[in-house]
């Protein structure tokens, strides 16, 4: 009687390829067989050998077949399964640039991924514009602060891990801003020296706020 085993199944993390883990026969061959799954498979460095190296074309659930003959008059085989799992991916986050006092777009994290589930951990390096040092999931819209006198620039660092079955798969980093610009404030006097008629006036309008520009309008005056 001829004993098989196919090996056990595998649950893998970001490869196309796995390695196999049939039996060696005591006698006869050993083939392996593609029964199902998404895409194709190749077999190295051929499908008779126990360990061969199973590569895919595409990520999902598959079962091989391991195979024993001993010249045709004895054949067995066994099924094992082999999840390929992809690591966790995040799409790119948009950068914003906002107002001091303005409320951000909400920030929500998607993939490309469709098999399993994707989570979403994040830190932010400037937790001061108003929303946690580190949280997971989305981030919801809020109101943006600084009360500095010049931008402040948080740094926003994600991490998706996607999670299937027994599986647990991190993937690569994304990195976005949000600039908070502060609230311009005048340095300069609102009550200027009255002057006489007919004698120049002069007002020097400044901020403590880098790159601001200034504007002015006046009351009517009857007469």
């Given at each position: 009687m001829l004993f098989r085993s196919a090996g056990p199944a595998q649950d893998l993390c970001s490869t196309l390829a796995a390695t196999m883990a049939g039996n060696a026969p005591a006698a006869g061959t050993g083939i392996w067989t593609f029964v199902s799954g998404p895409g194709g498979v190749g077999f190295t460095p051929t499908a008779n050998t126990p360990n061969a190296t199973a590569t895919v074309t595409v990520y999902g659930s598959y079962v091989f077949k391991w195979t024993l003959?001993?010249?045709?008059?004895?054949?067995?085989?066994?099924?094992?399964?082999?999840?390929?799992?992809?690591?966790?991916?995040?799409?790119?986050?948009?950068?914003?640039?906002?107002?001091n006092g303005v409320n951000t777009a909400a920030i929500n994290f998607t993939t490309t991924n469709v098999i399993g589930t994707t989570t979403y951990a994040w830190i932010n390096s400037v937790p001061g514009?108003?929303?946690?040092?580190?949280?997971?999931?989305?981030?919801?819209?809020?109101?943006?602060?600084?009360?500095?006198?010049?931008?402040?620039?948080?740094?926003?660092?994600?991490?998706?891990?996607?999670?299937?079955?027994?599986?647990?798969?991190?993937?690569?980093?994304?990195?976005?801003?949000i600039t908070v610009n502060p609230t311009p404030t005048l340095t300069t006097t609102l009550a200027p020296a009255d002057v006489c008629s007919n004698t120049v006036f002069s007002y020097p309008p400044a901020s403590a706020t880098a790159g601001t520009t200034f504007n002015w309008s006046r009351a009517t005056i009857a007469g």
């Amino acid at each position: 009687m001829l004993f098989r085993s196919a090996g056990p199944a595998q649950d893998l993390c970001s490869t196309l390829a796995a390695t196999m883990a049939g039996n060696a026969p005591a006698a006869g061959t050993g083939i392996w067989t593609f029964v199902s799954g998404p895409g194709g498979v190749g077999f190295t460095p051929t499908a008779n050998t126990p360990n061969a190296t199973a590569t895919v074309t595409v990520y999902g659930s598959y079962v091989f077949k391991w195979t024993l003959d001993n010249g045709g008059v004895c054949s067995t085989n066994q099924n094992v399964t082999i999840n390929y799992n992809p690591a966790g991916q995040v799409d790119q986050p948009g950068n914003q640039i906002l107002c001091n006092g303005v409320n951000t777009a909400a920030i929500n994290f998607t993939t490309t991924n469709v098999i399993g589930t994707t989570t979403y951990a994040w830190i932010n390096s400037v937790p001061g514009i108003g929303f946690a040092a580190s949280g997971s999931g989305n981030i919801a819209s809020f109101t943006a602060l600084n009360a500095t006198t010049a931008p402040v620039v948080a740094t926003i660092i994600v991490t998706p891990t996607l999670t299937n079955g027994p599986a647990i798969c991190v993937g690569s980093t994304k990195t976005f801003t949000i600039t908070v610009n502060p609230t311009p404030t005048l340095t300069t006097t609102l009550a200027p020296a009255d002057v006489c008629s007919n004698t120049v006036f002069s007002y020097p309008p400044a901020s403590a706020t880098a790159g601001t520009t200034f504007n002015w309008s006046r009351a009517t005056i009857a007469g």
